[in-house]
């Protein structure tokens, strides 16, 4: 089986394929239900891919539905850029956005079942005490001393909680299942928390706030979905969502079922820990190109195309992993490779005289934008008696396999003419400033008619008609290959994420857009940064280099 076909065939597929089978639920409806704390990032991606590639390809529904329970934490500008996120990455919801606020009267109704079943109680002990009192694993939890009160006072004092007269942190309302249950999670949970703060979608109306465990599921029950799919550390919540569903007067039970998240080598995927780089101004916010965010990776111009093909290599599994950063950028290479226009691009420019060429003389030569598909067109990009080649191309000292320009030895210009180098000018503390050439202009696109073999192309511009540009390179954000795991990891950041060079671009570019990312040659994939670049002054983002190099260069 192709990796391909046995990805898609994952075993939350197989679950699905039995359910229809044996009649247990004719439809598939999922929900992707992130919380709005801050920004997507590619773990997420990952989630967003399976819940909607399933409902797809099930025909069946797939809400997006804000878990919105934590006024404090929650704000607009996430649930926004959320909302741009999964359509940017091509997917659709079903029908209007769903908030979890929006059921916070229902739920509220289910609160007060369970208090009139003698399954929740109103409890008095502080957080801190509500903690003591939990245990450990290797200990039992202990009744709280409330935990007996009659189902009256509870009712009128969950009410109280609602009319506002008690302070934040003093009461709330907890489950009644098992202090001595070995898991956690099952030790009396608490369900409701006073907040005295204002919500985004329900203002002021409500100071008390259900908790993730009792909303999701009921929630997920209203909205009649199938299969509730959420990652592995949810595991233990499962009992609990069963049990909350179980002791409701609700129709719908619907099922949880757990995948491993995402781990990406050499970066941090958690909003919590992403924010921290953002409030601290370690990068330049959440779009920061070197993010694993939705809107960093959009900035740095990897494509949509390329982050579903690597939710779809990377498969859904139930075992932990950490995937190399190879693995997301040989995606976004392969896509880029097929679609990318090409142009030229020098990053450390060293300018060259075309000695033999007049002086006023301009020629404009035709490049092909794709080099495999003429059908993308062509575009005429200037050439002159002065250019400006890559530093890199040009060797004084070159060793024995060093291929391109040196005194005496000929290359081609890329799509142009041959050139020889025949001696360079060098400024006061030795460094070369210009390199003087020759051309033969009988090699426009041909090979020389001494037979001599030419064993290197390189890029160029021309001098006067190139505009300037710097440009960011970008290098693993973290110095080493597991953050998530280091408390410190503010400290981890790798001091050289980040490298800018100034050069210069072929006059086309003058057109590019954020949108579109370009294969600069023999140098790598860039994009034009939507936040720095102005008119005057070219800004591109390195998005990957054109091959693997990254292990090479640091063994
Ligand atoms: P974070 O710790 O980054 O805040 P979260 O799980 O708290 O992540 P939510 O907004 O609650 O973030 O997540 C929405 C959905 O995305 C959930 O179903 C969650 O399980 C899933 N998800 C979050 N992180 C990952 C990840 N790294 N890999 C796969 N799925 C993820
Ligand atoms: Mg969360």
């Given at each position: 089986?192709?990796?391909?076909?046995?990805?898609?065939?994952?075993?939350?597929?197989?679950?699905?394929?039995?359910?229809?089978?044996?009649?247990?639920?004719?439809?598939?409806?999922?929900?992707?239900?992130?919380?709005?704390?801050?920004?997507?990032?590619?773990?997420?991606?990952?989630?967003?891919?399976?819940?909607?590639?399933?409902?797809?390809?099930?025909?069946?529904?797939?809400?997006?539905?804000?878990?919105?329970?934590?006024?404090?934490?929650?704000?607009?500008?996430?649930?926004?850029?959320?909302?741009?996120?999964?359509?940017?990455?091509?997917?659709?919801?079903?029908?209007?956005?769903?908030?979890?606020?929006?059921?916070?009267?229902?739920?509220?109704?289910?609160?007060?079942?369970?208090?009139?079943?003698?399954?929740?109680?109103?409890?008095?002990?502080?957080?801190?005490?509500?903690?003591?009192?939990?245990g450990t694993l290797t200990t039992p939890g202990k009744n709280s001393p409330y935990r007996n009160r009659n189902i009256e006072d509870n009712l009128v004092l969950f009410e109280k909680m609602r009319n506002?007269?008690?302070?934040?942190?003093?009461?709330?309302?907890?489950?009644?299942?098992?202090?001595?249950?070995?898991?956690?999670?099952?030790?009396?949970?608490?369900?409701?928390?006073?907040?005295?703060?204002?919500?985004?979608?329900?203002?002021?109306?409500?100071?008390?706030?259900?908790?993730?465990?009792?909303?999701?599921?009921?929630?997920?029950?209203?909205?009649?979905?199938?299969?509730?799919?959420?990652?592995?550390?949810f595991q233990e919540n499962r009992r609990l969502y069963d049990w909350i569903l179980n002791n409701i007067s609700i129709q719908k039970h619907p099922c949880q079922y757990e995948f491993s998240r995402l781990?990406?080598?050499?970066?941090?995927?958690?909003?919590?820990?992403?924010?921290?780089?953002?409030?601290?101004?370690?990068?330049?916010?959440?779009?920061?190109?070197?993010?694993?965010?939705?809107?960093?990776?959009?900035?740095?111009?990897?494509?949509?195309?390329?982050?579903?093909?690597?939710?779809?290599?990377?498969?859904?599994?139930?075992?932990?992993?950490?995937?190399?950063?190879?693995?997301?950028?040989?995606?976004?290479?392969?896509?880029?490779?097929?679609?990318?226009?090409?142009?030229?691009?020098?990053?450390?420019?060293?300018?060259?005289?075309?000695?033999?060429?007049?002086?006023?003389?301009?020629?404009?030569?035709?490049?092909?934008?794709?080099?495999?598909?003429?059908?993308?067109?062509?575009?005429?990009?200037?050439?002159?008696?002065?250019?400006?080649?890559?530093?890199?191309?040009?060797?004084?000292?070159?060793?024995?396999?060093?291929?391109?320009?040196?005194?005496?030895?000929?290359?081609?210009?890329?799509?142009?003419?041959?050139?020889?180098?025949?001696?360079?000018?060098?400024?006061?503390?030795?460094?070369?400033?210009?390199?003087?050439?020759?051309?033969?202009?009988?090699?426009?696109n041909k090979n020389p008619t001494d037979g001599s073999k030419i064993k290197s192309v390189i890029h160029w511009v021309s001098r006067s008609h190139a505009l300037p540009a710097h440009f960011h390179l970008?290098?693993?954000?973290?110095?080493?290959?597991?953050?998530?795991?280091?408390?410190?990891?503010?400290?981890?950041?790798?001091?050289?994420?980040?490298?800018?060079?100034?050069?210069?671009?072929?006059?086309?570019?003058?057109?590019?857009?954020?949108?579109?990312?370009?294969?600069?040659?023999?140098?790598?994939?860039?994009?034009?940064?939507?936040?720095?670049?102005?008119?005057?002054?070219?800004?591109?983002?390195?998005?990957?280099?054109?091959?693997?190099?990254?292990?090479?260069?640091?063994?």
């Amino acid at each position: 089986m192709s990796e391909t076909k046995k990805n898609q065939n994952n075993f939350i597929r197989q679950i699905i394929d039995k359910d229809l089978a044996s009649g247990k639920c004719s439809t598939v409806h999922t929900r992707f239900p992130p919380e709005p704390n801050g920004y997507l990032h590619i773990g997420h991606a990952k989630s967003i891919y399976l819940n909607f590639s399933l409902a797809k390809d099930y025909h069946g529904q797939c809400y997006l539905r804000f878990d919105d329970t934590n006024p404090t934490k929650e704000n607009i500008e996430y649930i926004e850029s959320i909302k741009h996120d999964i359509k940017w990455l091509g997917f659709t919801w079903d029908g209007k956005v769903r908030y979890s606020s929006n059921y916070f009267k229902q739920l509220y109704q289910y609160a007060r079942e369970l208090i009139s079943k003698g399954l929740a109680y109103v409890d008095e002990l502080n957080p801190d005490k509500i903690r003591q009192y939990r245990g450990t694993l290797t200990t039992p939890g202990k009744n709280s001393p409330y935990r007996n009160r009659n189902i009256e006072d509870n009712l009128v004092l969950f009410e109280k909680m609602r009319n506002r007269e008690f302070a934040e942190g003093t009461l709330c309302l907890r489950a009644k299942i098992d202090m001595n249950s070995p898991l956690m999670i099952m030790r009396d949970p608490v369900l409701y928390r006073i907040k005295f703060a204002i919500h985004h979608n329900t203002g002021n109306q409500w100071c008390i706030y259900p908790m993730y465990d009792f909303t999701h599921c009921i929630a997920d029950a209203l909205e009649g979905i199938t299969h509730s799919i959420c990652t592995l550390e949810f595991q233990e919540n499962r009992r609990l969502y069963d049990w909350i569903l179980n002791n409701i007067s609700i129709q719908k039970h619907p099922c949880q079922y757990e995948f491993s998240r995402l781990n990406l080598e050499y970066t941090i995927i958690s909003k919590r820990k992403l924010k921290q780089l953002v409030i601290k101004h370690i990068v330049e916010g959440w779009d920061d190109p070197r993010m694993p965010t939705i809107s960093g990776l959009r900035r740095r111009g990897y494509t949509p195309a390329s982050i579903r093909e690597f939710c779809l290599r990377i498969g859904v599994t139930r075992q932990e992993n950490n995937i190399a950063m190879a693995v997301l950028e040989s995606c976004v290479r392969d896509d880029l490779n097929k679609i990318a226009p090409r142009a030229m691009a020098v990053l450390n420019p060293v300018k060259v005289v075309i000695e033999n060429m007049p002086e006023n003389s301009i020629e404009m030569i035709s490049m092909l934008n794709h080099p495999n598909k003429p059908e993308n067109g062509i575009r005429k990009v200037p050439f002159s008696r002065e250019l400006y080649i890559d530093h890199a191309d040009f060797s004084e000292k070159p060793s024995k396999s060093y291929k391109r320009l040196v005194i005496g030895r000929k290359v081609r210009l890329r799509s142009a003419y041959i050139i020889q180098a025949e001696r360079v000018k060098k400024n006061n503390v030795g460094e070369i400033t210009t390199i003087y050439c020759t051309y033969n202009p009988d090699t426009l696109n041909k090979n020389p008619t001494d037979g001599s073999k030419i064993k290197s192309v390189i890029h160029w511009v021309s001098r006067s008609h190139a505009l300037p540009a710097h440009f960011h390179l970008y290098d693993r954000l973290f110095s080493v290959a597991n953050p998530n795991t280091e408390e410190n990891f503010l400290s981890l950041i790798n001091k050289e994420s980040l490298i800018i060079c100034r050069g210069f671009v072929e006059p086309s570019l003058n057109t590019a857009t954020p949108e579109i990312t370009y294969q600069f040659e023999r140098e790598g994939y860039f994009c034009k940064d939507y936040v720095q670049s102005t008119p005057d002054n070219l800004v591109f983002n390195r998005t990957v280099t054109l091959r693997e190099t990254w292990n090479k260069i640091r063994i």
